[in-house]
T-cell receptor
Framework: DAGVIQSPRHEVTEMGQEVTLRCKPI?????LFWYRQTMMRGLELLIY????????DSGMPEDRFSAKMPNASFSTLKIQPSEPRDSAVYFC???????????FGPGTRLTVT | AQSVAQPEDQVNVAEGNPLTVKCTYS??????LFWYVQYPNRGLQFLLK??????LVKGSYGFEAEFNKSQTSFHLKKPSALVSDSALYFC?????????????FGPGTRLSVLP
């Protein structure tokens, strides 16, 4: 298995632009999680899906952030408009229904100038 | 509310010596506990977990962790450290009440193994 795949690995954009981060979970995994990692706040759960349905989005910082999971093999995290304070590493993770541990992708390093 | 503390920002150990990375937790119910490792510019890699059963849990790369309910701790250990173990280590807890999925991570401890 290729593991969790994220793209792009690095993204540099200007303030005000739309940013879309992509994730392909491990095949067969029912849960998908989006995290953000910063020096100040550490790892924060933004949102998670179960069977493509958003279950808990209480960690999404504000309305500029949105996430979708149109099918079992693809999810996006969108920021519109982006701001410099959104600069962070964004991780996607997935897990199977019968597992408790999560498996992380390599992350997307986002820089908003 | 759930929380995880890793009291040391940095741990330095000489190669070949035993290492310990500390973790304490706070949950209302029975915890699921995890250790993850992050190498530079990489995602988190799962090392081991405690759900129930033996308090000493063995994981990947020779790591083990000891669950201590009375001290609410879950310290990561390895008998003989390698330079390649140098990385950022995260402890995490999941509260299993109501089948919750909430995964709370500690702030991380940077381990440096010196040759």
């Amino acid at each position: 298995d290729a593991g969790v795949i994220q793209s792009p690995r690095h993204e540099v954009t200007e303030m005000g632009q739309e940013v879309t981060l992509r994730c392909k979970p491990i095949s067969g995994h029912d849960y998908l999680f989006w995290y953000r990692q910063t020096m100040m706040r550490g790892l924060e759960l933004l949102i998670y899906f179960n069977n493509n349905v958003p279950i808990d989005d209480s960690g999404m910082p504000e309305d500029r952030f949105s996430a979708k999971m149109p099918n079992a093999s693809f999810s996006t995290l969108k920021i519109q408009p982006s701001e410099p304070r959104d600069s962070a590493v964004y991780f996607c993770a997935s897990r199977g229904d019968r597992e408790v541990e999560q498996y992380f992708g390599p992350g997307t390093r986002l820089t908003v100038t | 509310a759930q929380s995880v503390a890793q009291p040391e920002d940095q741990v330095n150990v000489a190669e070949g010596n035993p290492l310990t990375v500390k973790c304490t937790y706070s949950v209302s119910g029975n915890p699921y506990l995890f250790w993850y490792v992050q190498y530079p510019n990489r995602g988190l890699q799962f090392l081991l977990k405690y759900i129930t059963g033996d308090n000493l849990v063995k994981g990947s790369y020779g790591f083990e962790a000891e669950f201590n309910k009375s001290q609410t701790s879950f310290h990561l250990k390895k008998p003989s450290a390698l330079v390649s173990d140098s990385a950022l280590y995260f402890c995490a807890v999941r509260d299993i009440r109501n089948y919750g999925q909430n995964f709370v991570f500690g702030p991380g401890t940077r381990l440096s193994v010196l040759p």
